[in-house]
């Protein structure tokens, strides 16, 4: 069988690798895009990873697009990550919400915090979009790239990659191999990583409150767990951590008993919970590949850190790693050579390991029932609410991230 050479192979056509390609358009570099879900040339909205035969599309854009994934997760999207998908024509096919204000407490204590848009002059400190949307508009833009949906990356030796397809086995030869494949065979390239579970599941749904939402967000930190709702369309989308058992049994619920539950949980300030839609979980782990160069590779998005949702940073922290990524890549000749791998590895450092730590700094801070720490995130959001420079802080960082954009 013959090895085809390609610049850069991307496994994983998820919406960090999707950007990615796209980012990379004029690069001057020969780009692969490798994904494990099917190709939808029909237009349904019904998953087809099982029938999907591999497609080849190369510069026909929007010819053939990935198949939705079915996916019900809400993705909050930074301002800063809105302009990067406006970069690459992938704005405007998303149906978002604008985030106009944050309302931050916490039950049973004191202390709470508004956010709004206005204080930093910008229309929105966020979007609200959903996670099929993002997907499927990023890979409905114009893109060059060889893209092979039906393509599964089943072995990398730091030299060659193997795919799966239906047509039988290919392999590549790529100078560079980014994995985008959200740390499903992250191990493939021998990088060591860290993980810690959390023990937590996320549970998502679409929820409806007898009052409008007028574009605000609200972020309610529980003995159990943060429970954020997002404005969404003319409903809110709740992201409501909890324990791994809690999750099952709010899942199992009839819709009238899941609200009152949620009802207990977030309290009257919204009024009723009048309807909810159908509940789906996800298992929460810290999963982060350490800061090692490996030859010929790196990872971008979930493969590079997988981050718990109670801080919306983990797609928006991607976005930013392929930018940087794709941004770089035009000035070198040799995108898999040790000192441009390095080199990326040092421009991503400190906005990754901020993210991490601001992740999971507020999990461990408010997942805690101590009555001192809740005493002190009491008189923490006070002092975020009374002190200008401490919000500004804080909202720089869901706009932008640890850094901004170049
Ligand atoms: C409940 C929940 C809420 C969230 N909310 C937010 C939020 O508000 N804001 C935010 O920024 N982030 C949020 N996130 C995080 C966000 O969803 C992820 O960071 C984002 O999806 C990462 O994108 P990705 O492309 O790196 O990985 P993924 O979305 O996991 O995509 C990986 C892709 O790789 C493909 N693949 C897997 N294995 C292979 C293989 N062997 N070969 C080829 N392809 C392969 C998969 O089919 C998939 O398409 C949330 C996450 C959860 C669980």
Same mark, same amino acid.
Request: aromatic share 8%.
């Given at each position: 069988?013959?090895?085809?050479?390609?610049?850069?192979?991307?496994?994983?056509?998820?919406?960090?690798?999707?950007?990615?390609?796209?980012?990379?358009?004029?690069? +001057?570099?020969? %780009?692969?895009?490798?994904? #494990? !879900?099917? /190709? @939808?040339? *029909? =237009?349904?909205? &019904?998953?087809?990873?099982?029938?999907?035969?591999?497609?080849?599309?190369?510069?026909?854009?929007?010819?053939?697009?990935?198949?939705?994934?079915?996916?019900?997760?809400a993705?909050a999207?930074?301002?800063?990550?809105?302009?990067?998908?406006?970069?690459?024509?992938?704005?405007?096919?998303?149906?978002?919400t604008p985030i106009e204000s944050i309302h931050?407490?916490?039950?049973?204590?004191?202390?709470?915090?508004?956010?709004?848009?206005?204080?930093?002059?910008?229309?929105a400190l966020?979007y609200v979009?959903?996670?099929?949307?993002?997907?499927?508009?990023?890979?409905?833009?114009?893109?060059?790239?060889?893209?092979?949906?039906?393509?599964?990356?089943?072995?990398?030796?730091?030299?060659?990659?193997?795919?799966?397809?239906?047509?039988?086995?290919?392999?590549?030869?790529? +100078?560079?191999? %980014?994995?985008?494949?959200? #740390? !499903?065979? /992250? @191990?493939? *390239? =021998?990088?060591? &990583?860290?993980?810690?579970?959390?023990?937590?599941?996320?549970?998502?749904?679409w929820v409806k409150t007898a009052q409008a939402h007028r574009g605000r967000a609200w972020e309610?930190?529980?003995?159990?767990?943060?429970?954020a709702l997002l404005p969404h369309g003319a409903a809110y989308a709740l992201?409501?951590?909890?324990?791994?058992?809690?999750?099952?049994?709010?899942?199992?619920?009839?819709?009238?008993?899941?609200?009152?539950?949620?009802?207990?949980?977030f309290?009257?300030r919204l009024g009723?919970f009048v309807d909810?839609?159908?509940?789906?979980?996800?298992?929460?782990?810290?999963?982060?590949?350490?800061?090692?160069?490996?030859?010929?590779?790196?990872?971008?998005?979930?493969?590079?850190?997988?981050?718990?949702?109670?801080?919306?940073?983990?797609?928006?922290?991607?976005?930013?790693?392929?930018?940087?990524?794709?941004?770089?890549?035009?000035?070198?000749?040799?995108?898999?050579?040790?000192?441009?791998?390095?080199?990326?590895?040092?421009?991503?450092?400190?906005?990754?390991?901020?993210?991490?730590?601001?992740?999971?700094?507020?999990?461990?801070?408010?997942?805690?029932?101590?009555?001192?720490?809740?005493?002190?995130?009491?008189?923490?959001?006070?002092?975020?609410?009374?002190?200008?420079?401490?919000?500004?802080?804080?909202?720089?960082?869901?706009?932008?991230?640890?850094?901004?954009?170049?």
């Amino acid at each position: 069988m013959d090895t085809e050479a390609v610049d850069i192979l991307i496994a994983g056509g998820g919406p960090v690798g999707t950007a990615l390609a796209l980012a990379l358009e004029g690069s +001057g570099h020969s %780009v692969v895009l490798a994904e #494990a !879900r099917g /190709a @939808d040339t *029909s =237009g349904s909205r &019904s998953d087809d990873t099982g029938g999907a035969r591999s497609a080849d599309t190369g510069g026909a854009a929007g010819a053939v697009r990935n198949a939705p994934t079915g996916d019900a997760r809400a993705i909050a999207l930074s301002h800063a990550s809105r302009l990067i998908l406006e970069r690459l024509n992938a704005w405007s096919g998303i149906a978002a919400t604008p985030i106009e204000s944050i309302h931050i407490s916490q039950q049973a204590g004191f202390g709470r915090t508004l956010i709004s848009a206005a204080e930093f002059g910008l229309p929105a400190l966020g979007y609200v979009a959903n996670y099929d949307d993002l997907q499927q508009s990023l890979s409905a833009a114009p893109c060059s790239a060889t893209r092979l949906y039906g393509a599964k990356l089943t072995g990398f030796d730091g030299s060659k990659a193997t795919m799966q397809t239906r047509e039988g086995e290919r392999t590549f030869a790529p +100078g560079l191999t %980014v994995f985008a494949d959200g #740390a !499903r065979v /992250a @191990d493939a *390239s =021998g990088a060591s &990583s860290y993980s810690k579970d959390y023990h937590q599941t996320a549970l998502v749904a679409w929820v409806k409150t007898a009052q409008a939402h007028r574009g605000r967000a609200w972020e309610r930190f529980t003995p159990g767990g943060p429970l954020a709702l997002l404005p969404h369309g003319a409903a809110y989308a709740l992201v409501w951590t909890t324990g791994l058992d809690r999750g099952a049994q709010l899942c199992a619920l009839d819709t009238p008993a899941f609200l009152a539950e949620l009802q207990a949980s977030f309290g009257d300030r919204l009024g009723a919970f009048v309807d909810a839609g159908a509940r789906s979980t996800f298992p929460l782990a810290l999963r982060y590949r350490r800061e090692e160069t490996q030859p010929h590779s790196l990872a971008v998005g979930n493969a590079a850190q997988t981050l718990h949702p109670v801080a919306g940073q983990g797609f928006n922290l991607g976005l930013r790693d392929a930018w940087e990524l794709a941004r770089l890549a035009r000035d070198t000749r040799e995108p898999g050579s040790d000192s441009f791998i390095d080199g990326y590895r040092r421009a991503r450092a400190l906005d990754r390991r901020a993210g991490i730590q601001f992740t999971d700094g507020l999990v461990s801070l408010f997942s805690n029932s101590d009555p001192l720490l809740k005493f002190g995130r009491g008189a923490g959001l006070l002092a975020l609410d009374l002190l200008p420079f401490a919000r500004r802080f804080v909202a720089r960082r869901m706009i932008y991230g640890a850094r901004a954009l170049p």
